[in-house]
């Protein structure tokens, strides 16, 4: 806890605020003090903020670095509530200063791995959604997007089912509601409708997330193209329907 007095700027600190700003605990505590104690690149703005609620007779939250006398740099979350008179005029600031180094960690080491995963989907020729349970897209990387010959705002918030012919659609339907209800990977084949109208088939593998209440909130699928696999397989099929038909003859 800290606490400001704007007409003289004497500054009241609890010992552990000092000790998260990383102040002498016997030196008197000032606005220089503060100042210094804030990493280079972050003085200007914590000083602006800090001078134009007073000012102003408004209250503040921001964030900043402090780097403590060991050269360690610490990332700070101060919350200043602004007391003021009858005239709007402040008259004492108080306020929290909580150290949310490790927050900040932890919230770097997610987007660096958000990124990384974007990076790896991005890159894939496979093609990759998530969508809810009513088939509703929620992320479908480039591969899928070129496929179907859309962007990704265009996709975004459809549902998949509309791009299975509709003769097809209650199957595909089906077979999400029996994934969620088993909750195990499952491969099929549907059919669809890509670019220009081309009919294709496309062969998926899907999966569910669950959230931390084991309930099914997003599924994802990887599938690709088997348009070419399927024709071969018919042309195969009509072959040897032709050789049998010869033997016969």
């Not at 703005?45 to 780097?67: F, H, K, L, P, W």
């Not at 897209?137 to 899928?144: I, M």
């Not at 959230?211 to 348009?227: F, M, N, P, S, Y």
């Amino acid at each position: 806890l800290w606490q400001l007095d704007p007409d003289t700027y004497r500054i009241w600190t609890t010992g552990h605020c000092r000790q998260i700003l990383g102040l002498d605990p016997e030196a008197e505590v000032t606005q220089q003090s503060f100042i210094s104690a804030c990493h280079p690149e972050d003085r200007a703005q914590a000083t602006r903020i800090c001078r134009d609620a007073i000012e102003n007779g408004q209250s503040y939250e921001q964030e900043y670095r402090v780097v403590h006398p060991d050269g360690q740099v610490r990332w700070i979350l101060d919350r200043a509530h602004n007391l003021v008179d009858a005239a709007g005029k402040s008259h004492r600031v108080t306020g929290v200063v909580i150290d949310i180094t490790e927050r900040k960690k932890a919230s770097e080491a997610l987007r660096e791995s958000e990124e990384r995963y974007r990076n790896v989907v991005e890159t894939q020729t496979e093609l990759i959604c998530r969508y809810l349970p009513d088939t509703t897209l929620t992320f479908a990387n480039d591969a899928y997007c070129r496929f179907f010959g859309r962007s990704r705002e265009e996709l975004i918030g459809t549902k998949f089912i509309e791009l299975i012919p509709e003769p097809a659609r209650a199957d595909a339907f089906a077979h999400v509601q029996t994934l969620i209800s088993n909750q195990r990977p499952v491969r099929y084949e549907h059919q669809v409708i890509g670019r220009m109208g081309r009919k294709a088939w496309q062969e998926w593998s899907d999966h569910v997330i669950c959230g931390a209440d084991g309930k099914v909130i997003e599924l994802q699928g990887v599938g690709r193209d088997i348009t070419e696999l399927k024709r071969a397989k018919r042309e195969a099929r009509d072959r040897s329907r032709e050789v049998t038909h010869l033997t016969r003859v």
